[in-house]
């Protein structure tokens, strides 16, 4: 994973994992989306915790946890309920890296992009858009993130 991906790559495993969130959601009753920490995540007032700043957060998606969805090209937003406060989120759809059912009958890893890679993001609070919706076309693959590999193995015996 440490080759970088051209424009057209990118555009591609975008409209991959928009597709793939709209499958589950018409499909799955509830379901699962790890989000990795991206410059262009943002959850509410939340925003990430402890943990979750390095290691990404677990969302809950079905029809009791999402007041508001919409999907855009770029990102996904959402008002999703976290305990009993609803939060604005954008999710940008670099940023995801996994999708799964409830019951882990299906469960999809897709690579995630931590460097701002041009996303045309929604209005900001005060309806303007953000700077990079100037120049959705421009990436920036200059910025090399952190690489963090998972072993779902298991604990071994050394």
Same mark, same amino acid.
């Given at each position: ?27 799955? %009753? *509830? ?8 410059? #262009? ?7 990430? @915790?402890? /943990? =979750?700043?390095?290691? %990404? *957060? ?8 999402? #007041? ?7 990102? @996904?937003? /959402? =008002?999703?309920?976290? %305990? ?75």
């Amino acid at each position: 994973m440490s080759q970088s991906l051209s424009p057209e790559e990118i555009t591609t495993l975008r409209e991959f994992k928009r597709q793939l969130f709209t499958l589950y959601w018409e499909k799955f %009753g *509830i379901f699962y989306i790890h989000v990795m920490p991206h410059p #262009k995540l943002e959850i509410g007032k939340r925003g990430l @915790l402890n /943990a =979750e700043k390095e290691s %990404g *957060i677990v969302l809950v998606f079905g029809d009791k946890a999402v #007041k508001v969805l919409d999907s855009q090209p770029d990102y @996904l937003f /959402a =008002e999703l309920q976290f %305990g009993s406060t609803w939060e604005p989120t954008i999710l940008p759809w670099d940023a995801v890296f996994r999708i799964y059912d409830k019951f882990q009958n299906s469960a999809s890893q897709l690579r995630f992009l931590q460097v701002d890679s041009g996303l045309d993001g929604p209005p900001t609070k005060d309806g303007k858009k953000t700077d990079s919706a100037k120049e959705p076309n421009k990436l920036d693959f200059s910025e090399e993130g952190n690489v963090i590999r998972v072993d779902f193995g298991g604990k071994r015996n050394e």
